[in-house]
């Protein structure tokens, strides 16, 4: 599978998203277990969204379907700010 950067095809950000997964961001041996949150363009093509860790948020890939990248974004910074100020 092709893994886009995030600001490539600047035209994707504006089509909403239809299905996302969760996979692990760094390889098993490093001692922090981070997630990524992965958007599924197509058959094809993905494209790395965020990453973030388990222990501090809680994510789930129903919570950004319909959104767009843009929208999803703006989430997952205003809940990791909602974190960070706790």
């Given at each position: 599978?092709?893994?886009?950067?995030?600001?490539?095809?600047?035209?994707?950000?504006?089509?909403?998203?239809?299905?996302?997964?969760?996979?692990?961001?760094?390889?098993?041996?490093?001692e922090f277990k981070s997630r990524a949150m992965i958007v599924l363009r197509g058959e094809a093509e993905e494209k790395l969204l965020f990453t973030y860790y388990p222990?501090?948020?809680?994510?789930?890939p129903?919570?950004?379907?319909?959104?767009?990248?843009?929208?999803a974004l703006e989430k997952f910074h205003e809940c990791d700010r909602r974190y960070l100020l706790s």
């Open positions: 599978m092709k893994i886009c950067s995030l600001f490539s095809h600047g035209g994707f950000m504006r089509q909403h998203i239809k299905s996302m997964r969760i996979v692990p961001a760094v390889p098993e041996k490093c222990d501090e948020l809680t994510f789930f129903a919570d950004f379907v319909g959104m767009t990248e843009e929208e």
